[in-house]
């Protein structure tokens, strides 16, 4: 993120803008969890359907593994078979949605962040200068002006950087 040069209108601007871009990310990402939900549930109720199949197949494997002798070769192959694909449809299901629920954390705690930048005090004295508003030890006022590292710098490093 780079700021136009202090004493601008740009520069000014540039916290208003800020706090617009911020409101549409959290638009969208309402928008991205509002569908996440419903994939999720989808998700869950395909799991759930699948596990029952699961078990019901396990349950005929084992009958058929007790009786195995008056079971036709090709109606043992087939019942290996589709209790495998069950199974492995069953992971993939599972496996999306851990991936899908790992979304929906990680939108949601970038609207956090938007939230918190949107009432952060910080963000509107941006345009002010920096000696009045956020005196620093030892930092002299470079130009008056607040950097965009100075602004939120968990958010530009990433956090516990």
Known sequence: MSLP?????????????????????LEQGS???????MLIKQTQSEVERLSMREAQNNVRVREMEASLESFPRPEIRDLYTASHDVQLRLFMMRNQLEQLESRRESIMLQQEKLRILLISPRLTAIS?????????????????????ADLAPELISGPGA
């Open 128 to 148: 002010r200068p920096k000696c009045l508003e956020m005196p620093r030890q030892g930092a002299e006022c470079a130009g008056g002006f607040m950097s965009a």
């Open 5 to 25: 040069p202090p004493q601008t209108k740009e520069f000014v601007d540039r916290p208003d803008l800020a706090r617009e871009e911020c409101r549409d990310e």
């Open 31 to 37: 928008q991205a969890l509002q569908e996440i939900a």
